[in-house]
């Protein structure tokens, strides 16, 4: 009797067989199915990988070739800052056909900074008839940093300038003889570079314009009565 004719006398032992045939099989499928299924996880993962990796290069080089420009955009949008000493000063303070106001400030000084808004406005209130400078005494190091940063911020479009000098001393007396040296300091002078109003510590607008307009009328005076005026 040959095995297969035996198996047909031993059902139990025939289905027994067959479970073991289907069981292996589902092993075999289960296998290959795993197989499959780590082959496509690690398929994935290794395109991830390099998905993450060309975005990264791509936005690295994006940012690389963005990053000069901007910096140069913002250096170049900052107002200009240039350096005097105290003979530089000296001719900044002549009048040019002008009445001139200057304004002596710091980043460092509260006050200062308190009472610029009000000297922008003025100096936007009075564009084309006076003119209007800015001098700090910050650090030279400051000349390109805080500085241009403050005056942008203001919005202020005055003629800026810094005052290094290893003689304080001088350069105040260039100013005026009453000035102690303090911050801030500002000053008037008229069209013919008389002192008319000065001020150290923050100045109060409503004065400060009342001398404006004051200088203004009087310099604006026809020259038939300024003579006048004269031999009074």
């Not at 040959?2 to 139990?12: E, G, H, R």
């Not at 940093?145 to 005056?151: A, I, N, R, T």
Request: charged share 25%; aromatic share 8%.
């Amino acid at each position: 009797m040959n095995s297969t004719q035996k198996l047909k006398f031993f059902p139990a032992a025939n289905k027994h067989e067959q479970a073991r045939k289907e069981i292996n099989k589902s092993f075999v499928v289960s296998d290959v199915y795993s197989r499959l299924s780590l082959f496509r996880v690690s398929a994935i993962l290794t395109c991830l990988v390099f998905l993450c990796a060309g975005a990264l290069n791509a936005q690295t080089k994006k940012v690389a070739s963005k990053t000069p420009a901007q910096k140069n955009q913002t250096v170049s949008n900052l107002p200009k800052v240039t350096q005097v000493d105290a003979e530089a000063l000296k001719n900044l303070l002549k009048p040019n056909g002008k009445p001139l106001l200057v304004n002596f400030w710091a980043t460092w000084c509260d006050p200062c900074r308190e009472e610029f808004p009000d000297l922008v406005k003025i100096g936007t209130d009075y564009k084309d008839k006076i003119d209007l400078i800015t001098v700090s005494l910050d650090e030279l190091s400051e000349i390109n940093g805080d500085v241009p940063k403050f005056l942008s911020q203001m919005k202020s479009d005055a003629p800026a300038y810094l005052l290094k000098t290893p003689d304080e001393g001088a350069a105040i007396a260039v100013v005026s003889k009453n000035w102690q040296g303090g911050l801030p300091f500002t000053i008037l002078y008229n069209a013919n570079g008389e002192t008319i109003y000065i001020k150290q510590g923050k100045f109060k607008t409503e004065f400060l314009r009342a001398e404006i307009e004051r200088t203004l009328n009087k310099d604006l005076k026809p020259e038939s009565e300024v003579i006048k005026s004269k031999n009074k």
